[in-house]
């Protein structure tokens, strides 16, 4: 499965709302459905760190920090990728402590 | 009996940690006005940050009842808050007394927070661009840190306020300096806290505003309607903000109920009592002239967060294309 996540050049994403909904309505569901996942962010600038951690965090805690092996991060800037990596960090300390 | 809220000439942060509202008898101000529940006298006005027009904004806003407003003497300061929207989000002095020109990239309209931006678009995305294109026009590593904590502050009212709230943001040449203010007229952080067991018996506002600066603290874990649900919220909004705060050099102030948080760069936050404000109001200010990228802040942050929870954890497996 691909998930694109915006069509507007340039975007910096920070409706959490946006993220939740993506991650409710496509990214959780594939995950289940034991589906690799392609999140492409051409186009994204940046995010907040609340919209990754509502995308990526919450999706990791949700489907267990295994599924990481199933999501594959396309197109990412160096913030975009800063900001993902800083979102799995806090999912895996989450998960350690939950444990 | 009414209240009277005296503006000062410099509507600004000062003036917020010191405005008083006091009884006052509507009679005064003639026949027929007997019903007004609220008077804000600011003919004294003859300077405005946003700072001091989103609080005197949203405690307008947090009164029910009649209103009245006597406007600035001094012509100028009348048409720049025309011209700023002031007057027209809260629906008084509707005539267009003023001429419209470009913002030359000095301020953004004051903009309303409302409840039509809040559901899955991305209006929240849109307004904060805006924002940051005017104040930063040519600045992109500047507009980054912008468009990432004003981000974090209008989410923060739309998802814990249980209100509505503005926006205001200005670019000042000659310090190089650009303030954010983001108000609203909800329930405060301490309410919000709340909605957690795990903070339900908290009682003042300055521990509400301590525990609301730290990472992972949140009052949304048990709200099946907040984007976490089943404990999964972040709750690091207000720790983000700070701590970009502490790492550029910049100024936050944090106003809840009678909590104020004060933040100068690299020092020690102080939280004081200070006057009563209802609802939320997160001032923040940051320099142009600094120059790192957010990119760079995030990555020390990261690391930091790391060693203050002692965990070190193996990210070679996020894969990226």
Known sequence: MNIILTEQPDSFLLGSECALDIRINQLVPALKKGETVEIDFSNVRGTSQSWMNTFIMGTLLECGVDSLKYLKFQHCNPLVKELITFSVQKAKQRALQAA | MAKKINCPRNLNLSWLQYVSVVDFDAQELGEGKEDISLFVDMSKVTFCTPAGLCGLHEMIKSYQGAIMVRRPEKSETYQYLQRIGFYDNLQIFKDKNFVSHSASGRFKEMTLI??????????????????????????????????????????????????????????????????????????????????????????????????????????????????????????????????????????????????????????????KLGCLFTGTLVVFRLNRAYTSTLQEILREIQEETSIAQQTTSDLSDIQFE
Not at chain 2, 150 to 155: A, C, L, S, T, V
Not at chain 2, 228 to 245: D, M, P, V
């Open chain 2, 114 to 271: 409302a409840k039509d931006i809040q559901p899955r678009s991305s209006a929240v995305d849109n307004l904060c661009r805006e924002i940051a294109c005017v104040v930063a026009p040519d600045d992109r590593n500047f507009q980054d840190f912008l468009l990432f904590c004003i981000g974090e502050m209008i989410n923060n009212v739309t998802q814990h306020s249980h209100s509505t709230g503005i926006t205001y943001a200005q670019f000042y040449p000659k310090t190089n300096e650009v303030e954010v203010a983001v108000a609203d007229h909800g329930r405060g952080i301490k309410a919000g806290l709340k909605d957690n067991p795990q903070f339900y018996s908290l009682e003042s506002d300055l521990d509400a505003l301590e525990i609301a600066t730290r990472p992972d603290t949140s009052g949304t874990f048990d709200s099946a309607s907040e984007p976490y649900a089943n404990k999964l919220n972040s709750g690091n909004g207000l720790f983000y903000l700070k701590k970009i705060i502490e790492k550029s050099y910049g100024h936050l102030d944090i106003f809840s109920h009678s909590a104020h948080y004060y933040q100068n760069g690299n020092q020690q936050p102080i939280i």
